[in-house]
């Protein structure tokens, strides 16, 4: 089952904003990452922000993840058309060994208007 | 840098043939992952390899099966082909993540299947 799952699912500006989504998780985490995905084309790891961290920065993206309330945000700021894609946040769930696997939410849908 | 590779990029398959998806991981990552996405859907995880051992299983239909060789290149086998089967299937890989470190998974451009 999936746990990760993305705040809004479909998300428009215009370019020159910031646009912020958001991602919840029911368990509790090693690390959360965030990919990017073109339409129908692979996916992009963009940042990793692990469980004992709560901001990180990759050049116009900021991730926060706060544990207490099991949640992250990605912010992109000052966006292009180019950033148009779908954002994906995926958790590592813990476990004994080696049973572990990235868990995956449904993807917020971006589009960047010119 | 390298990443990771699959092959072949696009693959069209007739329903009830069998198909053969390759991964080859970033040196000197020893997990690989496999997962399905189909048309407007997240990512399904199917099924993972750590040092060439089944490391996880998820939603993985019987008809395909998987295995990880020495060199730690992956092979994921689908046989009787559905239409339903018709998705993007990406390969990931990453060092094992019960060490701790470097967790990232980084993954492949995904082989596009379709049956017909």
């Known amino acids: 089952s999936q746990q990760g799952e993305e705040d809004p699912q479909a998300l428009s500006i215009q370019e020159g904003e910031n646009a912020t989504m958001n991602c919840s998780y029911k368990t509790s985490i090693n690390n959360l990452q965030w990919y990017r995905q073109n339409s129908g084309r692979g996916l992009v790891h963009l940042i990793l922000i692990r469980s004992n961290e709560r901001e990180k920065h990759s050049g116009r993206l900021r991730v926060t993840l706060d544990t207490s309330k099991k949640s992250s945000s990605l912010l992109i700021t000052a966006s292009r058309a180019a950033d148009t894609a779908s954002y994906f946040c995926?958790?590592?769930?813990?476990?004994?060994?080696?049973?572990?696997?990235?868990?995956w939410g449904l993807g917020t849908s971006l589009a960047v208007n010119p | 840098a390298a990443g990771v590779i699959q092959s072949p990029r696009h693959l069209i398959k007739e329903k009830r043939e069998t198909a053969t998806l390759k991964c080859y991981p970033i040196?000197?990552?020893?997990?690989v992952y496999w997962y399905q996405q189909g048309p407007g859907q997240d990512p399904q995880f199917l099924i993972s390899f750590y040092e060439k051992m089944q490391s996880d299983k998820g939603s993985i239909p019987d008809r395909f099966s998987a295995q990880q060789f020495s060199d730690y290149h992956s092979e994921l086998n689908m046989s009787s082909l559905e239409l339903g089967d018709s998705a993007l299937y990406f390969c990931a890989s990453s060092l094992a993540l019960y060490r701790g470190e470097n967790t990232e998974a980084f993954f492949g451009q995904g082989t596009r299947l379709t049956v017909v």
């Open positions: 040196p000197r990552h020893d997990t």
């Open positions: 995926a958790t590592v769930r813990s476990g004994a060994g080696n049973n572990r696997k990235l868990i």
